[in-house]
């Protein structure tokens, strides 16, 4: 019953902005941490940002600090991820995760290139 959905993933320009959505179902989305994480081919995945319930603590990684930002609107069930000045070494497949609940949306694709 839990799902997660993730979009906005496109093609993009290097140096160019993107915001990811994720909307949740199932659950009391406010009650959880979420988490935004990254998969490129031949690489780990790798969380980049997360978010807590009230969504008043926010952190980074250092490859995603100073130009993502994570967000979420509990009265919609969403949370984002804003990422600016991207470049190409962000291009992977975004998923969101609740890690306590072992949910994963399906991800969408980034791909940041000339």
């Known amino acids: 019953q839990v799902q997660l959905v993730e979009s906005g993933g496109t093609l993009v320009q290097p140096g160019g902005s993107l915001r990811l959505s994720c909307a949740a179902s199932?659950?009391?989305?406010?009650?959880?941490?979420v988490h935004w994480c990254r998969q490129a081919p031949g690489k780990e995945r790798e969380c980049v940002a997360r978010?807590?319930?009230?969504?008043?603590?926010?952190q980074y990684t250092g490859s995603a600090k100073g130009r993502f930002t994570i967000s979420r609107d509990n009265a919609k069930n969403t949370v984002y991820l804003q990422m600016n000045n991207l470049l190409p070494e962000d291009t992977a497949v975004y998923y969101c995760?609740?890690?306590?609940?072992?949910?994963w949306g399906q991800g969408t694709q980034v791909t940041v290139s000339s």
């Open positions: 995760n609740v890690p306590v609940l072992d949910s």
């Open positions: 199932g659950f009391t989305f406010s009650s959880y941490f």
């Open positions: 978010i807590s319930g009230a969504g008043d603590a926010t």
